[in-house]
């Protein structure tokens, strides 16, 4: 069994791609599996997977993934699945391929999802901008305890106002909010904020590293980078809430997160302060549920309880 913290990017389309994925994550791989150029695009600039396996028909798919500077394998002359064992040869071999490039470069056996994240459900991201802080505030201070879940906040904000972000420590008294710095480890009712400064690296453990690069956007941080990077670390039942901003920073990481089994929520733009950071992420379809920060709060912890209480968002 391989480390599970190894993660491919697979680009195959069809019955071909169906059993390729089976056969890599059956051998303790995380799979990652998208088709949309610009999505690709998005995953390879986080740089986030070990390895990408892709159609060898697709020239541009070369160009986009070459800069990453990771392990690429063409798939090539691929087999009709009708074919049985001709078939099944040529995905064997192509697991040989990635097992020679990145699975020998751990010894370490498979981690199971509750391992790697213990006492920890799911992880969401909540992103904003103008009008956010606010509407974070209402959702956090809307918890009647503790969640099982952690939280990575991604708000637009001037480096000099970090420090205004921890006030919401004593208003929403079930989480213990924190500002990303070197290499720290998500637990249960953490809220950690992403600093306009610096892009964040997510393992597969539940760790995470403030690194030197900058975002790669005039938006700092850049929420649509938090949630690709978000979607490619395999995280427990990843989910994103968009709140109040101006712009569109966000729509396309939802694509990106939901394609990987991510939900997504947005604050109704009517009650939002600027309603156009919802408003474009509603735009996606990828958006399950709308309302306000408490109602959304509401549904939260009846999504990690299985019990709601007084207020459904519609």
């Known amino acids: 069994m391989h480390n599970a913290t190894r993660r491919i990017g697979l680009c195959l389309d069809g019955i071909a791609g169906d059993g390729l994925y ?12 998208v088709s949309d150029p610009h999505l690709v695009q998005m995953m390879a600039q986080t740089n986030q997977l070990d390895a990408w396996v892709f159609d060898a028909r697709d020239e541009g798919l070369f160009d986009i993934l070459s800069p990453t500077g990771r392990y690429l394998l063409p798939a090539d002359n691929v087999p009709s699945p009708d074919a049985g064992a001709a078939f099944d040869t040529w995905c064997s071999g192509i697991l040989k391929q990635v097992d020679c490039a990145v699975g020998d470069a751990t010894a370490q056996p498979g981690v199971a999802m509750g391992e790697r994240w213990p006492d920890v459900q799911s992880v969401w991201v909540l992103g904003g901008s103008s009008g956010a802080l606010a509407a974070v505030e209402e959702f956090l201070c809307s918890f009647s305890a503790p969640p099982p879940a952690a939280i990575i906040l991604a708000i637009h904000f001037n480096p000099a106002l970090e420090g205004v972000l921890s006030e919401l420590d004593h208003l929403a ?65 990843p989910g994103a809430i968009i709140f109040s901003g101006m712009g569109v920073d966000g729509s396309e990481g939802v694509r990106v997160l939901q394609a990987s089994g991510g939900t997504i929520w947005a604050q109704d733009p009517e009650q939002s302060v600027v309603h156009s950071m919802p408003a474009a992420a509603i735009a996606t379809g990828m958006v399950s549920r709308v309302g306000s920060p408490a109602e959304l709060a509401l549904a939260f912890e009846g999504v990690l309880t299985g019990v709601y209480r007084s207020i459904q968002s519609r």
């Open 22 to 33: 089976n056969l890599l994550g059956s051998a303790g791989y995380d799979v990652f599996r």
């Open 173 to 237: 008294p079930h989480f213990s909010i924190k500002l990303a710095r070197g290499r720290q480890y998500l637990g249960p009712g953490d809220v950690l904020v992403v600093p306009a400064r610096c892009r964040l690296v997510f393992g597969g453990m539940g760790e995470v590293i403030a690194s030197r690069s900058e975002w790669n956007s005039e938006y700092t941080p850049c929420i649509n980078e938090v949630l690709a990077s978000v979607a490619a670390a395999n995280m427990p039942s």
